[in-house]
């Protein structure tokens, strides 16, 4: 096997279940120490930063002559949970394909990254090419907010992250916000209609409201590339007992969203359906409230970093590729909403958080080259 899937299979064969996901889950610890010991093998600058007991950074940098741009490549060493999946971290290469959990999202961009900051080190760069390796993008993020709370000590101009893209370039990718609703009602004996208020039935205007409200947002496309934000109900309780009127009914919403779209705009819809359905009856009584979000992101198509990759993936696939919008959230809002220019480029597979998950190793290699040329262009 070569050098890069060496380096994939030895990442895929480490158990970093994200426990925020999966209870009991191993955390990125053993994947820090692995990305570490591999920096320090190669003569890279190595630092370690902690986030939550367990579950550190890992950043690497090949320093610059002094001069130049620096240039910070991103992955995250986390994975999602491997219910049902057969031998997960046993990693197998079948017809150009490397197979295993975390193969795809996101260990090979991670180790492409890896190989490109150290093919750097021999081109006498003026800027610095660093490598930030980071815990819990699959759940809250620690690990990248714990990144920037810090940033004054890695001091990148850009980001590059290596999340699978096909090899074409996001620029865009929705955000979310996640509500929750709740009626209430008047507990009373199921005997006692007259007494009773049904906090259920009464959450029943509200959901047929959020289903229009959903058509209506996914019927208009105001972004070139995302198109609309959406949202759907995921989880409803409510009640106490099967012959009592329920006294509350709870509601918890995601509401994805598109740039323009932040917290108090989401809120402030939802409010406003709350309003329409207390108008229309008397005795409808709610409350709504954010109770997590984040951004969405994007960058201009015609900014200088956008170009620059361009222009480097163009040369090397002999194709000029698609920037494209990514329906799912990524880091790269939380480097956006820094100031950060941030741009997405990675491999080609399948199965992100499925029960067969799969990178296409050639598709590796483009994103190694990729990179390497990429930082050499941005800290020459």
């Not at 980071?134 to 990144?147: C, F, K, N, P, Q």
């Not at 699978?164 to 008047?186: K, M, N, Y």
């Not at 969405?296 to 222009?311: C, F, G």
Request: proline content about 5%; hydrophobic content about 45%.
């Amino acid at each position: 096997m070569s050098e890069l899937s060496n380096l994939i299979s030895d990442l895929v064969a480490i158990d970093s279940v994200n426990p925020g996901l999966v209870p009991g889950g191993a955390g990125e610890a053993q994947m820090a120490d692995y990305v570490a010991a591999w920096g320090r093998a190669n003569q890279l600058e190595v630092a370690v930063q902690a986030t939550v007991p367990g579950r550190p950074n890992v950043i690497l940098r090949a320093p610059g002559g002094g001069g130049g741009k620096s240039l910070m490549l991103n992955a995250h060493t986390d994975t999602v949970g491997v219910a049902g999946m057969d031998a997960p971290f046993s990693p197998v290469i079948r017809e150009g394909r490397l197979y295993g959990r975390g193969a795809y999202d996101m260990k090979s961009g991670l180790a492409a990254a890896m190989l490109a900051l150290k093919a750097t080190q021999s081109m006498q760069l003026r800027g610095d090419v660093l490598l930030s390796a980071v815990a819990d993008e699959e759940y809250g993020s620690i690990g990248t907010e714990a990144l920037l709370a810090d940033w004054t000590s890695w001091s990148a101009d850009a980001v590059l992250i290596a999340e699978p893209t096909a090899l074409d370039i996001s620029i865009a990718h929705r955000g979310f916000v996640w509500l929750e609703i709740e009626t209430q009602g008047v507990a009373a004996h199921g005997s006692l209609p007259e007494q009773g208020i049904d906090a259920i039935a009464k959450m029943g205007s509200v959901l047929v409201e959020l289903a229009a409200l959903d058509r209506q947002l996914r019927a208009k496309p105001t972004h070139e590339l995302l198109g609309s934000g959406s949202l759907h109900a995921s989880l409803i309780q409510g009640g106490e007992e099967i012959s009592m009127y329920p006294a509350f009914c709870k509601l918890l919403v995601e509401r994805r969203t598109i740039p323009g779209e932040g917290d108090a705009h989401v809120l402030a819809q939802a409010q406003r359906i709350l309003d329409d359905c207390a108008a229309a009856d008397s005795e409808f009584q709610a409350g709504v409230q954010a109770t997590f979000s984040r951004p969405p992101y994007a960058i201009d198509a015609a900014h200088p970093l956008v170009r620059q990759l361009q222009k480097v993936a163009t040369a090397h696939l002999g194709r000029q590729p698609a920037l494209i919008g990514s329906s799912w959230w990524m880091d790269s809002a939380l480097f956006a909403a820094a100031g950060l220019p941030t741009v997405v480029l990675g491999p080609a597979g399948a199965g992100a958080h499925a029960r067969e998950e799969w990178v296409d190793l050639e598709s590796v290699a483009q994103c190694q080259a990729m990179y390497t040329q990429l930082a050499a262009a941005f800290c020459a």
